[in-house]
């Protein structure tokens, strides 16, 4: 199986609808991927979409090391519901100095076991886009990305109190504690905000800060 360098591909090990989807989108972007799972069946799905897909039994170094796993600097972990397995796969990955491991974690516990074992990015899909939803349906806000330590950057519409005037006499971040970081009016496209820029009403920004300070700002009317 002749590959180009392996270090700029990018393994995926559990091709269910996580994994294979992960696997579909990296190979639309040009990125070389080795598709790894232990069902027969899922690798014949995607054996005429995938480059290289190969059924293995991830938990099994040997076999990992026939399909040069090891010469890889990227790996996702995408297994479900086997957490042993899970769990199994990234302890050998870490192992095999692959520096850059991602895994699929399906409970808190899950995730706080991987974390232990050393996986550099570990993502809950499911419960992430659950959260992402439930702020989209709860409030005023338009879309809601979170990063690990409880930093978010939504685009909501501007409360009243910052609107007509300048930014800076609206002392946004110190009495909100967030940064508006782009604006967009309607009919054009978004521009990066300035201590200058005056909001109007019907303007869409894009807003940083604290979970909670952007949830505030967001909810204000």
Known sequence: MARKNLSDGVVVIGLGRFGKSLALELEREGIEVLGIDA???????????LTHVVQADSTDDKALRQLSVHEFSRAVIAIGTDLESSVLTASILLEMGISNVWAKAV????????????????????HDMGQRVAHLVRGRMLDYIEFDDGYALIKTQPPAA????????????????VTVVGVKRAGQSFTYATPETVLEDGDIVIVSGERDAVENFSDET
């Open 107 to 126: 409970s808190q516990s899950h995730a706080r076991i991987l974390r232990q074992l050393g996986v550099h990015h570990v993502v809950r899909p499911e």
């Open 39 to 49: 069902s027969d069946k899922l690798v014949q799905q995607l054996a005429n979409r």
């Open 162 to 177: 910052v609107l007509g005037k300048p930014l800076a006499e609206t002392r946004v971040r110190s009495y909100y504690n």
